[in-house]
């Protein structure tokens, strides 16, 4: 079974300045695929970025990068140039073709101006 | 396509009655799946259907709770006998299958309050 582990609770950073969230994660497949996922209060979740294990090129979309390090099973999520915007709960996914989309416990990111 | 929707959007019960969701995911999306969040926690998974086969279920879907995925499009979720317990939101998404690359797409979820 595929695990994803989330160890920071709550995060705080100041408008304009980078965060890193963390992930870990377990699956024993051999190509699987990697998701951090945003949700606004009270909003609808929405993907931030993706990452197929098969690439060694980490993912970028904008402001926002990710840390893929395949053989310490990382994951991790950095925000530059942060926005009031950002603030949200920040989840950690992970699949494969052959098992279900599973979730970390989630990351509260709170930007401050 | 309007994205994944879920009906209700809320739900009020009394403890004991059943209660059914309903989700209509993204029409091309063969996998649907069903999770429960509860308040500041992540999703936890449920189960999945991959059209209208169940693929599988969570240790968490006690014997109360029953998905249904008739003809591949639209799925329910059923909860019998509901406990205060049960209050939570329950997220339905969608997603293509083979394209594993392709994220999954939410609802807006069904927050039940069971009194």
């Known amino acids: 079974a595929q695990t994803v582990t989330q160890s920071q609770p709550e995060m705080s950073v100041q408008e304009a300045e980078t965060v890193t969230l963390s992930c870990t994660y377990d699956t024993s497949e051999s190509n699987y695929y990697l998701f951090w996922y945003k949700q606004p209060p009270s909003r609808q979740m929405i993907l931030v970025i993706r990452q197929e294990a098969y690439k060694q090129q980490n993912a970028t979309e904008n402001r926002f990068s990710v840390n893929f390090q395949k053989a310490a099973k990382s994951f991790s999520l950095k925000i530059s140039d942060s926005q009031l915007g950002d603030t949200a709960m920040y989840f950690c996914?992970?699949?494969?073709?052959?098992?279900?989309?599973?979730f970390g416990k989630g990351t509260r990111l709170s930007v401050i101006a | 396509d309007t994205g994944v929707s879920q009906d209700p959007r809320h739900k009020i019960t009394k403890r004991g009655q059943n209660v059914t969701f309903r989700c209509d995911p993204i029409s091309e999306h063969n996998r649907l799946y069903w999770y429960r969040q509860t308040l500041g926690q992540g999703p936890e998974f449920l189960t999945y259907?991959?059209?209208?086969?169940?693929?599988?279920k969570s240790r968490l879907l006690s014997n109360r709770f029953s998905a249904e995925r008739p003809k591949g499009s639209f799925s329910t979720l059923e909860i019998q006998r509901t406990e205060q317990g049960d209050s939570a939101m329950y997220l339905c998404?969608?997603?293509?299958?083979?394209?594993?690359?392709?994220?999954?797409?939410f609802g807006q979820g069904t927050r039940l309050t069971v009194v």
């Open positions: 259907f991959q059209n209208e086969a169940q693929l599988e």
């Open positions: 996914a992970s699949h494969s073709g052959n098992t279900p989309l599973v």
């Open positions: 998404a969608s997603s293509p299958f083979p394209e594993t690359n392709t994220e999954a797409f």
